[in-house]
């Protein structure tokens, strides 16, 4: 395996390690600054891996058909494990916001497989790029904002509502980033839907 393809797996693999340092963390002794900096070290590790596999990968031309599929599934396992685990624990996000961007991947990943496979595939679009940024943002936002919750400097109340803020303006552009690619692609979707 060359190491753009390990670092993708290496991604999905570290979904499950996010979610269970999120809800188990201060249950294993981990506690005050520690708890935070880990998560938030665990997120800009993957989001640096996002970017370093890409470079690798065209940098010395190992661009394969089976990079190009798992790649985005990647990013979209990895960032659906970080927003489901916000729905429990002191955040609570509401389960409709995460389900934006479950769906939106979920069916974009979905008519991309199709379509390969019918010999129609579909580009990625400059928009599902700016979503990835904006969900890492968001996801940032939520993580630093855990530091003064856990000192004690920050109420629960405001943590929730500045995290809710920040998923719902990501799940907004999601829902957009969705819309704008079925509609660009929609010829390519429909001769493969009847192929």
Same mark, same amino acid.
Request: aromatic share 24%; proline share 4%; glycine share 8%.
């Given at each position: 395996m060359k190491l753009p393809l390990v670092l993708t797996c290496f991604r999905i693999a570290m979904g499950p390690i996010f979610v269970a340092l999120? +809800?188990?963390?201060?249950?294993w002794g981990i506690s005050g600054l520690l708890y935070p900096a880990l998560l938030l070290a665990v997120v800009a590790f993957c989001e640096l891996t996002d970017i370093f596999d890409g470079f690798v990968a065209r940098k010395r031309n190992q661009v394969t058909p089976l990079g190009k599929m798992l790649d985005p599934m990647a990013d979209s396992f990895f960032r659906l494990s970080v927003f489901f685990a916000f729905t429990q624990g002191p955040l609570k996000l509401p389960l409709m916001v995460v389900l934006i961007?479950?769906?939106?991947?979920?069916? %974009?990943n979905t008519l991309r497989a199709l379509c390969a496979l019918q010999g129609f595939p579909l580009a990625a679009r400059t928009s599902g790029k700016i979503k990835a940024v904006v969900q890492a943002v968001?996801?940032?936002?939520? +993580? %630093? +904002?855990?530091?003064? /919750? %856990?000192?004690?400097?920050?109420?629960?109340?405001?943590?929730?509502?500045?995290?809710?803020m920040s998923a719902a303006l990501a799940a907004? /552009?999601? +829902? /957009?980033?969705?819309?704008? /690619?079925?509609? %660009?692609?929609r010829q390519l979707i429909q001769k493969a839907l009847k192929s």
């Open positions: 999120y +809800l188990f963390g201060e249950g961007f479950f769906w939106r991947d979920s069916l %974009v968001a996801t940032f936002i939520i +993580l %630093v +904002l855990m530091f003064p /919750y %856990v000192t004690g400097c920050l109420p629960l109340l405001d943590f929730q509502k500045i995290s809710l907004a /552009y999601t +829902l /957009y980033s969705g819309c704008e /690619y079925l509609w %660009v692609h």
